[in-house]
Every structure is written in C-alpha cells, then in structure tokens.
C-alpha cells in the first residue's frame, strides 16, 4: 500500500490550495479516507474524511465551510481543497487509508491502517 500526497506549500492567508493524495496496492473504492494534520508542536487532528463511494462527507469544526474533501476512484485519489486559508492551518497534512467503507466524524486512531508520508501547508499571515 502507498500513499503520496502532494500540493501543499506556502500561502498567504486567504489563499487556497488543493491536496492531493495518489492511492496505490489496494481497492481505493472501497475504503473510506481521511486527511489529518499535525501542526508544529501539537498532536494530530483530524481534518476530514469521505467514504468509500464519495457520496458522504465530514469535517471537523476547524475547517467546516472552508474545505472540502473530495474523491476520484478511476483515478485512485483523494482530494482536499482549502479555501481561506488561515495561518492556524499551517500543519503538515496526511491522507490516511481508513480499515472500513464508512467515514468517521472524528478521530479514532484504531481506524486507519496506513499513512502517506504527509505535505507541509504553511499560511503566511
């Protein structure tokens, strides 16, 4: 199993940037994915998930009507879009591969099996 993600990189806030992660080694369609982000010095928050299908949606309080996660599985990639960007959304950012079909509302770390290797988001102010 692989997950690369890619796209991020230095915004000014107000900005957007769209993420990418490109899913390899197992049935992509069937598995709900999350992205999650760890900011300097903090512990890992979950951003937001899809399910395996992409017809449903979360996202935590942070991020809601800012971002928004998205899926194409012919092409095997998740997506996450950021709009208005804040300098508090400066984290590195994972995809995580979810052990079910449903997407979770929050963060449990038992669900996922494997993660990418992350990309740096850095919102200037």
């Known amino acids: 199993v692989q997950l690369v993600e890619s796209g991020g990189g230095l915004v000014q806030a107000g900005g957007s940037l769209r993420l990418s992660c490109a899913a390899s080694?197992?049935?992509?369609?069937?598995?709900?994915m999350s992205w999650v982000r760890q900011a300097p010095g903090k512990g890992l928050e979950w951003v937001s998930a899809i399910n395996s299908g992409g017809s449903s949606t979360s996202y935590g309080d942070s991020v809601k009507g800012r971002f928004t996660i998205s899926r194409d599985n012919a092409k095997n990639t998740l997506y996450l879009q950021m709009n208005s960007l804040k300098p508090e959304d400066t984290a590195v950012y994972y995809c995580?591969?979810?052990?079910?079909?449903?997407?979770?509302?929050?963060?449990?770390?038992?669900?996922?099996?494997?993660w990418g290797q992350g990309t740096q988001v850095t919102v200037s102010s």
């Open positions: 995580a591969k979810s052990q079910y079909p449903m997407n979770s509302d929050s963060y449990y770390e038992d669900e996922y099996d494997y």
């Open positions: 080694g197992f049935t992509f369609s069937s598995y709900a």
